[in-house]
C-alpha cells in the first residue's frame, strides 16, 4: 500500500494568514493527489484533483501544487470558514488511501 | 450535480453483518464517467477506502477488508451497496457512499451525508 504522509497534523492559524500544508507518498504517485476538506459532522468536500485542479466552485484562494511524491496544497489568505481538517489521498493505485489529516484551527 | 444517500441500520450486533445502500440521484449509475464506492470513518479518526464498483459490476477492495466485504450494484434502482460480514466494534464508523470520477483522476467528487453504523450487542 502507498502511505500518505501530511504535516503538520495540527495548525493554528488567524484569518488572513497564508497557511500551507504537505503531503508525502511513500512512493512516486505522479500526480493522481487529491485534497478534501472535512468539517465537524460534515462529509468530506473536494477541493483540488490532480495535485493541482481546482474543483468547480472551490474559492481561488486555494490551490495545489507537487508531483512525485511531494505535494503542497496552499490557502493564501484563511477566512473564518477555512478551519476544518484537511486530508490528501492518493488514485495512483489501489487501495486509494488517505493522509492522516491536518487539523487547522484559529489562533 | 449528482447526490448521494446512504441507508441501513444504525446498529449491528458483533458477528453479524453490515448492510448499506446508497442511492444516487441527479445521474445515473450506468455512467460511464464514474467508479462508486464506500469509505469509512471511525469516530474521531481518519479516513479509510473500503471499494469501489463500476456500473458493470467490476469491484475492487481494500485487501484489508477484502474477505469480509462485498459490494454490488443494483442499476435498475440507481443504487449501490455495501455488506460487512462478521463485524466487531473495530467496524464502529461513519460509512460515506460516493462517486469517483474517472476523468478527475478518480477523485471522490460526489460524497453522501455518511451514515453512523454502531457495532454493539
Known amino acids: 500500500d502507498i502511505q500518505m504522509t501530511q504535516s503538520p497534523s495540527s495548525l493554528s492559524a488567524s484569518v488572513g494568514d497564508r497557511v500551507t500544508i504537505t503531503c508525502r507518498a511513500s512512493?512516486?504517485?505522479?500526480?493522481?493527489l487529491n485534497w478534501y476538506q472535512q468539517k465537524p459532522g460534515k462529509a468530506p468536500k473536494l477541493l483540488i484533483y490532480a495535485a493541482s485542479s481546482l474543483q468547480s466552485g472551490v474559492p481561488s484562494r486555494f490551490s495545489g501544487s507537487g508531483s512525485g511524491t511531494d505535494f503542497t496544497l496552499t490557502i493564501s489568505s484563511l477566512q473564518l470558514e477555512d478551519f476544518a481538517t484537511y486530508y490528501c489521498?492518493?488514485?495512483?493505485?489501489?487501495?486509494?488511501?488517505f493522509g492522516q489529516g491536518t487539523k487547522l484551527e484559529i489562533k | 450535480q449528482l447526490q448521494l444517500q446512504e441507508s441501513g441500520p444504525g446498529l449491528v450486533k458483533p458477528s453479524e453483518t453490515l448492510s448499506l445502500t446508497c442511492t444516487v440521484s441527479g445521474g445515473s449509475i450506468s455512467s460511464s464517467s464514474y467508479y462508486w464506492g464506500w469509505i469509512r470513518q471511525p469516530p474521531g479518526k481518519g479516513l479509510e477506502w473500503i471499494g469501489s464498483i463500476y456500473y458493470s459490476g467490476s469491484t475492487y477492495y481494500n485487501p484489508s477488508l477484502k474477505s469480509r466485504v462485498t459490494i454490488s450494484v443494483d442499476t435498475s434502482k440507481n443504487q449501490f451497496s455495501l455488506r460487512v460480514s462478521s463485524v466487531t466494534a473495530a467496524d464502529t464508523a461513519v460509512y460515506y457512499c460516493?462517486?469517483?470520477?474517472?476523468?478527475?483522476?478518480?477523485?471522490?467528487?460526489?460524497w453522501g451525508q455518511g451514515t453512523l453504523v454502531t457495532v454493539s450487542s
Open positions: 460516493a462517486s469517483l470520477s474517472i476523468a478527475a483522476s478518480q477523485t471522490f467528487d460526489y
Open positions: 489521498q492518493q488514485s495512483y493505485s489501489t487501495p486509494n488511501t
Open positions: 512512493q512516486s504517485i505522479s500526480s493522481y
